[in-house]
C-alpha cells in the first residue's frame, strides 16, 4: 500500500508538521513489520504558508508543493494525486493551513480527487461558522473515514455537522516511544539544576493563557522559593508576522511587575521529540493554562501524559477527558488564584505528585506511535477497499482554473502612485496627462479588498489606503463627490457623475462589509454616512443600481440600521418602478435600450432580495436577466451590446464596441443569480462570460495582455483597442477574482450539476 500525506511538512515549524512526521514514520515502521519496504511506501504534499514554493527545504518524500493562497496549486495536487501510483491519501486537516475563508480552497482539490482519502480533524468546533460547517460536511463526504482523538470530537461531529457515527473512527493523538533517560543532562544544567521546575511547551499565542501561571507565581514562590517556570518554544510564525514578539515582551514586563522575573526562563527553540521528553521528565509539574475550553485536541498535553508527566491544566476538552481517572489536575480558565493552590498542594505532598506520574505513564503506553500506527494503518487499509467512496468528480468542471492567467497586480502598480490609480494608459504606459477618475480608484478599492480576502496578498493591502485617500479627497463638504482629478491634484469638476457616486458608495460599502481592520471600517462609515442625504437626489438608474449595491454590502455588516434598510427599499423600489413602466412582451428591461453596464441592473435586484427577501426583486432580476442573456449570448460566447448607437427596442444590437465593464457586471451577476438560486448553469455563464477576456469573443483575441498583466480598453471592429486603461484592467481583475471567489463554491454547483444530469 503507498499513501499520499497532505498535510504540513518539516522543517516548517508547525505542529501538525511533526504530527505528519510521527504519522509516517508509526506507519512506515508498521508496513515493515509486515515485509513492505517502509521508505517507499508513501510520499508527501507539502502546505505552504509562503508565496515562494521553496520556502522550505523539504526532503525527497516531498512531491508537491501547495501554496496555500494559489486556488491553481490545489488543482494542480489533485492531477498530480489522481496520476500517480497512490493508493490512498491521508489528509491533515487544520483550518488554518488552507487558503480562503476558514481553509475552503481545500474543497475543490478534494472533489476532484479520484483516490480514497481519511482525514484527521485536527480542530473541531462546537459553533462552526456556516463555511466552517460547510467543509466540515463536505470533508465528510469526500473521505472513507474521519479520524477524531477524543470522544467529545465523535459527539461534535454527529451532533453538530450531522455525520453518521459509523464513518468516524477515533485514535488517541500518539506520543513518542521513549523511555526517561535514568540520567537526565538537563537535571544538572540551569535552569533546572537545584530547581523545581514548572513547564510549558509550544509555540506561543496569546491563547496559551501564560500570563495565568506568572501571575499565580508570586504566591507559589513565597511558599517554594526553589521554583522556576520554564517556557520552551518560538513565538508562532504567523504571530511574529503580525506583531512580532509583542506576546513574550508582555509577559517578561509582567513578571518583573510582579517580581518574579527571576522565576520566569523563556527558552526560544524548536526541540526535536528526544530533547523534549527530556524537558518534560526534568520538570516537577507540566501546565496548560490555556484560556479556553475550545480545544479538541493538544498533542503538548499528549506528549506530557506520554512522558509520565504531572499535569495541571484548565479544563478545556481534551484535557477533560486524558486526564480524567487522576492522571493529571484541572483548575478554572485564567484563575491565577487557583492554579496557585493546586501546585501548592502538589509540591507538598509528593505523594499525590508521584500517583499522578504513575497514572500518566501507564495511559501513554497505549498512545505510542507504533500502537497508533497501526491504528492508523487499519483505517487506511479498510478505505482502500472501499474505492467508491465519495462522489465521482464530472468529466468537465464548470470553472477551469487551469486555463486562467496567473493573477498579478503589475499593472494596477503602474497605474497606481500616491495619488491614486491613474485613468488611463497609452498601451501600457500610464497616461499622466488624463489624470484621475473617482470611478477607478472606487473599483480599484473593491479589486484590492477581493485581492486580500482571496490571496491574502500584502500587495493589495499596501493599495487600499491609496484609494481610499482618493476617494476623502475628493469627497465634498456636502457630502457628494467630485470625479475628476488633474495630475497635478486640481479638481476638474465640481460634482462628479451619479455612477462615480454609486460606484464609490459601493465600494465604501463593500469596505465596510469586508475590512480588514477598524479603522477602514469606521473611516469609510464616515464618509459613507455624509453621502446618505444624495441618495434620493438620484436620477439615473446606474447610478441608484450602484448605490443599491453598496448599502447592500453595508446592511451585511450593520443590519439593524433602519435608516439605510429604508434607503435600500426605496432604491429597489425606483428600479422596480422602471422595470414596470418598460416592460412589454418582448421587452424585458429597465430602459427602451440596452446601454452600458447592463449587468448592473438586475444585479442590484439580487442584491436587494438578498437584504430584504423582497420576491419580486428576485423574479425581475432573473426575468431581466434572461433577457439579457438572450441579447449578449450568440454563437456559444458572450457578445457585449456595443457602444456604437446601443441597442434599442426594435433595433439591431450593434456588435461593437464592446467594453470590458460589460462582461464584469455580467460575471457578478452570474454569481450572485447562483448565490440566489443554485442553479449551476450560472456558473458555467459566468465562466463563459469572463472567458470574453480570454478570447473567447467576436473576434476570438484575448484582451487580457500577458506582458503587461493589463487588458485592452474594448474589442473594436478592426481588432483591439490596444490602451490599457485602469477601467478595463480593473474590470478583467474583478471578474478574475470573481470566479476564483466562485471556485470555492464547486462542491455545491458540481454536485448539484451531476444530479441535473442524472435526471
Not at 424585458?588 to 436587494?608: R, V
Not at 427596442?649 to 450593434?654: A, I, K, W
Amino acid at each position: 500500500m503507498k499513501i499520499a500525506y497532505i498535510s504540513t511538512y518539516l522543517p516548517r515549524e508547525c505542529g501538525l508538521a511533526t504530527f505528519n512526521q510521527n504519522v509516517v514514520r508509526a506507519i512506515a515502521l508498521n508496513l515493515a513489520r509486515q515485509g513492505q519496504s517502509g521508505p517507499e511506501s508513501g510520499f508527501g504534499v507539502a502546505m505552504n504558508d509562503s508565496d515562494d514554493a521553496d520556502e522550505y527545504a523539504y526532503g525527497d518524500e516531498v512531491k508537491v508543493v501547495i501554496r496555500q493562497d494559489d486556488q491553481k496549486d490545489y488543482i494542480e495536487a489533485a492531477t498530480y494525486l489522481n496520476t500517480s501510483d497512490a493508493d490512498v491519501c491521508l489528509l491533515e486537516h487544520e483550518f488554518g493551513i488552507f487558503g480562503g475563508e476558514s481553509g475552503i480552497y481545500l474543497l475543490p482539490l478534494l472533489h476532484r480527487l479520484e483516490k480514497p482519502l481519511v482525514t484527521v480533524l485536527h480542530t473541531i468546533l462546537r459553533e462552526p461558522s456556516h463555511t466552517q460547517k460547510i467543509i466540515i460536511q463536505e470533508i465528510a463526504r469526500r473521505s472513507a473515514r474521519l479520524v477524531v482523538m477524543s470522544r467529545r470530537g465523535i459527539d461534535f461531529l454527529t451532533a453538530i455537522y450531522d455525520i453518521a457515527p459509523e464513518k468516524i473512527q477515533l485514535i488517541e493523538h500518539g506520543v513518542p516511544d521513549l523511555e526517561a533517560l535514568k540520567l537526565n543532562p538537563l537535571r544538572t544544567q540551569a535552569p533546572f539544576r537545584n530547581r523545581r521546575v514548572l513547564f510549558s511547551f509550544g509555540l506561543l499565542s496569546r491563547n496559551k493563557g501564560l500570563e495565568t501561571v506568572i501571575r499565580a507565581l508570586p504566591a507559589i514562590v513565597a511558599r517554594h522559593p526553589d521554583v522556576v517556570y520554564v517556557v520552551l518554544g518560538n513565538t508562532h510564525p504567523g504571530v511574529v508576522r503580525r506583531s512580532g514578539e509583542e506576546y513574550r515582551e508582555q509577559l517578561k514586563r509582567l513578571a518583573i511587575e510582579l517580581q518574579v522575573a527571576n522565576h520566569l526562563v523563556f527558552i526560544n527553540k524548536f526541540v526535536e521529540e528526544a530533547e523534549l521528553m527530556n524537558y518534560l521528565t526534568a520538570a516537577t509539574l507540566y501546565l496548560t493554562p490555556y484560556t479556553n475550553e475550545a480545544q479538541i485536541t493538544s498533542g503538548t498535553l499528549s506528549y506530557a501524559v506520554g512522558a509520565g508527566a504531572a499535569v495541571v491544566s484548565t479544563p478545556y476538552w481534551h484535557a477533560q477527558e486524558l486526564l480524567a481517572e487522576d492522571r493529571g489536575r484541572l483548575f478554572p480558565f485564567k484563575d491565577a488564584d487557583a492554579l496557585a493552590a493546586t501546585v501548592n498542594e502538589l509540591l507538598t505532598n509528593p505523594g499525590q505528585l508521584a500517583a499522578l506520574q504513575h497514572n500518566a505513564y501507564q495511559y501513554g503506553l497505549r498512545l505510542r506511535w507504533p500502537q497508533i500506527g497501526a491504528q492508523y494503518l487499519a483505517v487506511l487499509a479498510a478505505a482502500c477497499a472501499q474505492p467508491e467512496t465519495g462522489a465521482a468528480p464530472p468529466l468537465r468542471p464548470l470553472v477551469d482554473p487551469e486555463i486562467m492567467p496567473e493573477f498579478s497586480l503589475a499593472h494596477v502598480r503602474r497605474l497606481t502612485d500616491d495619488t491614486g490609480i491613474v485613468q488611463h494608459a497609452k498601451y501600457g504606459i500610464p497616461n499622466l496627462k488624463e489624470g484621475y477618475c473617482l470611478d477607478d480608484n472606487s473599483r480599484a478599492l473593491i479589486m484590492a479588498l477581493m485581492a486580500y480576502q482571496q490571496h491574502n496578498s500584502p500587495e493589495a493591502l499596501e493599495l487600499l489606503p491609496i484609494y481610499l485617500s482618493y476617494l476623502h479627497y475628493v469627497q465634498r463638504d456636502d457630502g457628494n463627490f467630485r470625479n475628476f482629478l488633474s495630475f497635478r491634484r486640481e479638481y476638474l469638476d465640481e460634482i462628479g457623475s451619479e455612477d462615480s457616486f454609486g460606484r464609490t458608495v459601493w465600494a465604501l460599502g463593500y469596505l465596510i462589509h469586508r475590512a480588514p481592520n477598524n479603522s477602514y471600517r469606521e473611516f469609510a462609515g464616515e464618509l459613507l454616512a455624509r453621502s446618505v442625504p444624495h441618495f434620493q437626489q438620484l436620477h439615473h438608474l446606474r447610478g441608484m443600481a450602484n448605490t443599491l449595491i453598496g448599502v447592500a454590502y453595508y446592511l451585511k455588516a450593520h443590519p439593524d440600521d433602519e435608516a439605510l434598510v429604508e434607503e435600500l427599499t426605496r432604491l429597489m423600489a425606483r428600479l422596480l418602478a422602471a422595470y414596470a413602466h418598460h416592460r412589454t412582451a418582448n421587452w424585458h428591461w429597465f430602459e427602451e435600450k440596452l446601454t452600458y453596464d447592463n449587468a448592473i441592473l438586475p444585479l442590484a435586484l439580487l442584491h436587494a432580495h438578498e437584504i430584504t427577501g423582497h420576491a419580486p426583486a428576485r423574479d425581475v432580476a432573473l426575468e431581466a436577466l434572461a433577457f439579457l442573456d438572450e441579447v449578449s449570448f450568440r454563437n456559444g460566447f458572450l457578445n457585449p451590446v456595443g457602444n456604437q448607437g446601443w441597442y434599442h427596442q426594435g433595433g439591431e444590437v450593434p456588435l461593437f464596441d464592446q467594453q470590458a465593464i460589460e462582461t464584469m457586471a455580467m460575471v457578478l451577476v452570474y454569481l450572485q443569480a447562483y448565490r440566489t438560486t443554485h442553479e449551476p448553469d450560472f456558473i458555467r455563464r459566468m465562466f463563459a462570460s469572463y472567458q470574453w477576456f480570454l478570447g473567447e469573443n467576436l473576434l476570438r483575441v484575448p484582451l487580457y495582455d500577458q506582458e503587461t498583466k493589463g487588458c485592452c480598453d474594448g474589442l473594436q471592429q478592426a481588432g483591439l483597442n490596444r490602451n490599457q486603461g485602469a477601467e478595463s484592467t480593473l474590470a478583467y481583475l474583478i471578474s478574475h477574482l470573481t470566479v476564483l471567489k466562485a471556485l470555492e463554491l464547486e462542491h455545491e454547483y458540481d454536485q448539484s450539476a451531476q444530479v441535473a444530469a442524472a435526471v
